[in-house]
């Protein structure tokens, strides 16, 4: 059958119409609980316990992983798995969060059931609002009622992106409550773009032992050498133990003609650029192209230098 270039468009047109509907349906009626959802999650002591079946299991998954990223202590178990012995895992001081669009899914009674036992808060997640799940859960987050994308509206497509949005929302929310910080986010994704756009400073700095770090007074002849033995083209100019200049290949290539009659401080730009260790790699790296140079000098809190931190550096670990 021929491929009808036209008809692709419209029918991707026509899904991405009916979810973005759908979401915007969400967000006009946000479901009553979802505030008292997420004071019951910040007021507990354990964990969040995420689980479903399907489509819904995989939604599932991201939202726990989403979840711990951002400062809230989450994992999924698998329903099917919790009837065998996983129900152990989830204590009193947990919450749980159950996902089951028809809110009938069998493979979820077991936890259901756990729950109510032992009470333990259950958050449900449906889009029907008198579905075992919802009558069960002490919070419930509603789903707009809306048709599934597909041409026969069976495929669960629209349901699941509700789910993922509301997933998201709630996961947010519980963020911005906590005050989680960029700092903490960092601490989770160590490895990955994510990590490397949120790397400091002294992550891919060279510390102050590779660096030429010279007297003001010392002759240029010596610098030279300090320099050469450092292979990075740059000397840091050190006065009462702060940075009081910086010498690069520019300011060699300025004084060229009588380099060898000047000192150290004679040949310096003074009042460099400089960062702390603690600056992101990411902005240093904008610093450096904003300004036109190459590198810049890592200071402490008192202007001493400790390091030294290059674009090379930069690109070589991938941030662009």
Request: a negative charge.
């Amino acid at each position: 059958m021929a491929q009808d270039a036209s008809g692709i468009l419209r029918t991707a047109a026509r899904v991405l119409d009916i979810e973005s509907t759908a979401i915007a349906c969400m967000r006009d009626n946000l479901p009553a609980d979802l505030a008292p959802a997420v004071r019951c999650i910040l007021a507990s002591r354990g964990r969040v316990i995420v689980s479903g079946i399907g489509k819904s299991g995989h939604i599932g998954r991201k939202l726990a992983a989403t979840l711990a990223s951002t400062g809230t202590t989450a994992y999924f178990v698998h329903a099917s798995e919790a009837s065998h012995g996983d129900l152990g895992m989830i204590t009193k001081d947990d919450v749980c969060i159950l996902i089951s669009n028809s809110g009938e899914t069998r493979e979820l009674s077991d936890l259901i059931t756990y729950t109510r036992r032992f009470n333990i808060p259950l958050i449900g997640i449906s889009s029907i609002s008198d579905s075992t799940l919802m009558r069960q859960a002490d919070l419930r987050l509603l789903l707009p009622g809306a048709p599934e994308a597909c041409a026969i509206g069976m495929a669960p497509t629209t349901s699941t992106t509700l789910t993922l949005a509301l997933g998201d929302a709630l996961a947010v929310a519980l963020m911005e409550q906590r005050a989680f910080k960029p700092e903490e986010f960092r601490n989770n994704h160590p490895g990955g773009k994510l990590g490397l756009q949120l790397a400091q400073v002294r992550q891919l700095m060279h510390e102050t032992s590779a660096l030429a770090a010279v007297a003001p007074d010392l002759p240029m002849t010596e610098v030279l050498i300090q320099m050469s033995e450092a292979g990075f083209g740059i000397a840091c100019v050190v006065a009462d133990g702060k940075v009081a200049g910086v010498i690069s290949d520019g300011d060699l290539r300025r004084h060229i003609d009588r380099i060898t009659d000047l000192t150290a401080c004679e040949v310096a730009t003074s009042n460099p650029k400089t960062v702390g260790p603690e600056m992101m790699a990411a902005q240093a790296l904008g610093l450096m192209n904003e300004s036109k140079i190459n590198a810049l000098i890592v200071v402490d809190a008192d202007n001493a230098p400790i390091g030294l931190l290059r674009i090379h550096d930069c690109l070589k670990a991938g941030l662009v």
